[in-house]
């Protein structure tokens, strides 16, 4: 079977993460409209602890290691950098790992 | 110290002794040794007092021969006796030994220009009946409070809130604005408090109240501006300042102990302290069951060093918790940190010690630039200097060494910082932190946020700097900030004076001395920050007399732990009548809902950062706050009669 078809779609990591955003560090703001390229730090949503349990979680739901090198605003800072990040990681090395991926634009 | 109270009318209708008894009854706990007033047809006045200087002969209130001038004073004037001497040269007649004495002959020679001449920490309240005013002071960077009411042309004033509501005169409601900017600096910025209506006299000011108007003057003003170079002989005149300093906090007639953090400062307070004490020095410490917040193996190579007695308060599992509404009662506003609460165990340990004055180490780090955030305001300027640089942000994660290593890393951490603000605006060095604290404002209740209006707590900070505060360095500015919106309002009042006054132990703070501030202020940035070197005047200063594993040590801040308190344990009941749904809703300040979510997150162990802690803690202790004073009206609650007020009670009418 084609590994790249075995892991998540990019939309459906985008939606589980602004679920868990939205639970975790958005519960005392319900009105407030988490756009996909909205940035996660700038807005003050999350804080460096903050990245640490969205690390966590993302490991976890989606079967990853992401290497201390890869907490970036790069690969974390939008719900959007986040989808491109770990569908790269996924499909890069089947549904998990720890290769590096390539650099997101 | 000790406790005051009063009232002045603007017509002469008098004041009731038990009026004035109540207000006393409220604040006992600053002065179980004695209780005395006066009352006639304009004013009241009540003291609570604490023993320490003159014990047989120091009663208050305390007039002067005819009667004209007479004060209630809560506080301590180091250099009483060369005031004394001064004054009696000029033809003053002691009756006492008392420093008390010194204000009444001191206002009758100078009047309010003796406290330019104070070397102490005090608040007190004289009425001259020459000209029929009250006169109200405060020392200058607010050691000791004094809050005031105006009510129908009448004046209240106490050293705690607590009296004023006692007096049943003084209406019970919160300040929406004080509250806001607890949510912003920790404390209300004074004379702001959160209560409507109610004043905290400033530090560094006076007051007088004539024929029912006030009118408040500033006699101290922070002067941040620091010399070019290094004095050559400044290590000497430290020494000389740390050495005057502490003898003149060692003058009591009875023993005085001192608090040792494991810190620098405290160990410095108490090596001096025991080079001049005529007593086994007695020392004290609060120790932490979770290793991370444990300083006890500095405290105890202090404590052998200076063959100390010493003695330990330690704080396990649930001790902060079953404090905690005590503390509260006691702070009389809502608090960010339950730092406040192992102080407030370590005073009950050190009067059950039979200890009631203690030197702390309190001022050090706002004057020779101790904190973190002054090495992070360096470290912002040097960034942002080279904002393409991929090096020069590393440097960040080489501040707050105390919060876990993974927290501090990496590109978030970095951008909070390079991201908080201009360096063009004047609050530069302090909007991280306020930019973390107000995250408490995404709690408030909708209705609550609305009647805020336009507030804006951090453009009422920008507005009221002084001239010249741009002049200054950078750190000038920042130490500035701390000192007006940390040091005043919070360290030295929530978690420094109300805490030793809840069992009646009285903080003296040597490096609160106007005279090594104001050396300290005037030293180049470099003598006090070298590189990321903290305290290295102060560090150099003390090698020799330290043990090495002190003076070498990287400051640790004082931290309690804030969510687990409450939650990794057994749950104190109150936790969850107070943040239910129903009960917020009823308080109107924070949204249910939003509350709800921080408690779920914090039982299930997943609020760690800091954002979340200061949440919890100020939520928590804002719902205590309003039951406490805004419930019952203290009246109905506050001990009513003069019999209550114990032993020593002394009335003169």
Not at chain 2, 339 to 347: C, K, T
Not at chain 2, 575 to 593: C, H, K
Request: charged content about 25%; proline content about 6%; some cysteine.
């Amino acid at each position: 079977m084609d590994q790249q078809t075995t892991g998540p779609a990019q939309s459906e990591i985008v939606d589980r993460a602004r679920a868990y955003v939205r639970e975790n560090f958005l519960y005392m703001r319900p009105d407030w409209t988490l756009g996909d390229e909205d940035p996660l730090l700038g807005s003050g949503v999350i804080d460096s602890i903050g990245v640490i349990e969205l690390v966590e979680f993302l490991q976890g739901a989606f079967r990853l290691a992401i290497a201390e090198e890869e907490i970036t605003e790069q690969n974390l800072g939008t719900l959007a950098a986040i989808g491109r990040f770990v569908h790269q990681k996924c499909h890069a090395n089947g549904s998990g790992g720890s290769v590096r991926p390539r650099q997101v634009a | 110290m000790c406790g005051l109270a009063g009232v002045a009318r603007a017509r002469p209708q008098g004041v009731s002794a038990q009026l004035l008894e109540r207000m006393a009854a409220a604040i006992r706990h600053r002065g179980p040794d004695g209780f005395g007033l006066h009352a006639d047809d304009r004013i009241g006045l009540a003291h609570v007092r604490l023993s320490v200087i003159d014990v047989a002969g120091g009663a208050q209130p305390m007039a002067n021969e005819d009667g004209d001038v007479r004060v209630v004073y809560n506080g301590e004037i180091y250099n009483y006796l060369e005031l004394r001497h001064e004054l009696q040269l000029r033809g003053h007649v002691f009756r006492t030994r008392s420093d008390t004495e010194v204000l009444v002959h001191g206002y009758e020679q100078w009047g309010e220009g003796l406290l330019e001449r104070l070397n102490g920490q005090f608040a007190f309240a004289l009425h001259d009946r020459r000209t029929a005013s009250l006169f109200l002071a405060r020392d200058r960077f607010g050691i000791l409070p004094l809050f005031y009411a105006e009510r129908g042309g009448d004046l209240y004033f106490a050293s705690e809130i607590k009296a004023l509501f006692a007096s049943g005169a003084v209406e019970q409601a919160l300040d929406p604005e004080g509250l806001d900017e607890v949510f912003t600096f920790w404390a209300a910025r004074p004379p702001r408090t959160p209560f409507r209506g109610i004043r905290a006299l400033e530090p560094g000011t006076w007051a007088r109240w004539r024929d029912g108007a006030l009118s408040v003057r500033r006699y101290y003003t922070l002067d941040l501006t620091t010399a070019e170079a290094e004095p050559a002989d400044a290590v000497e005149r430290l020494d000389e300042l740390l050495r005057s300093g502490v003898r003149l906090r060692m003058r009591a007639d009875v023993p005085v102990g001192g608090y040792l953090s494991g810190g620098l400062d405290s160990s410095i307070a108490c090596a001096l302290a025991a080079q001049g004490s005529p007593y086994h020095l007695r020392t004290f410490s609060v120790t932490f069951d979770d290793p991370p917040l444990d300083e006890s193996a500095f405290q105890q190579a202090v404590a052998t060093q200076l063959g100390s007695r010493h003695a330990v308060q330690r704080i396990g599992g649930g001790a902060i918790a079953r404090v905690f509404p005590d503390v509260v009662r006691h702070a009389e506003t809502p608090l960010l940190r339950t730092a406040p609460a192992p102080l407030y165990l370590l005073s009950r340990l050190t009067r059950e010690q039979g200890i009631k004055v203690v030197l702390t180490g309190e001022g050090s780090d706002e004057v020779f630039l101790g904190y973190d955030l002054f090495k992070e305001t360096l470290v912002r300027l040097f960034c942002l200097r080279q904002p393409d640089s991929r090096w020069r942000p590393r440097l960040f994660d080489r501040l707050y060494g105390y919060l876990p290593p993974q927290a501090r890393k990496g590109d978030f951490w970095r951008r909070f910082f390079l991201n908080a603000g201009s360096p063009d605006d004047p609050l530069f060095s302090h909007l991280p932190r306020f930019r973390l604290t107000t995250r408490i404002r995404d709690f408030y209740a909708d209705r609550f946020r609305a009647g805020l209006g336009a507030f804006d707590a951090l453009g009422e900070l920008r507005q009221s700097l002084p001239p010249g505060f741009m002049g200054w360095s950078p750190l000038g500015r920042a130490a500035y900030l701390e000192i007006v919106t940390l040091l005043s309002p919070y360290l030295l009042a929530a978690q420094g004076d109300r805490m030793a006054m809840a069992h009646g132990v009285e903080a003296r703070v040597p490096f609160l001395d106007h005279r090594l501030v104001e050396f300290a202020l005037r030293l180049p940035d470099r003598s006090r920050l070298r590189g990321l070197r903290e305290k290295a005047i102060l560090r150099r200063w003390a090698e020799g007399t330290l043990p090495p594993a002190i003076t070498r040590r990287p400051k640790q801040p004082y931290r309690a732990p804030d969510v687990p308190a409450f939650f990794a344990g057994t749950e104190p009941e109150y936790v969850a009548e107070l943040l239910d749904a129903a009960s917020l809703q009823r308080t109107g300040i924070f949204n249910p809902e939003a509350v709800t979510g921080l408690v779920r997150r914090c039982r299930a162990g997943l609020a760690t950062g800091v954002g979340e802690n200061q949440a919890l803690v100020a939520i928590l202790s804002t719902e205590l706050w309003h039951r406490e004073f805004l419930g019952a009206p203290a009246r109905e609650r506050a001990p009513a009669s003069s019999g209550e007020l114990g032993a020593g009670a002394s009335i003169a009418a």
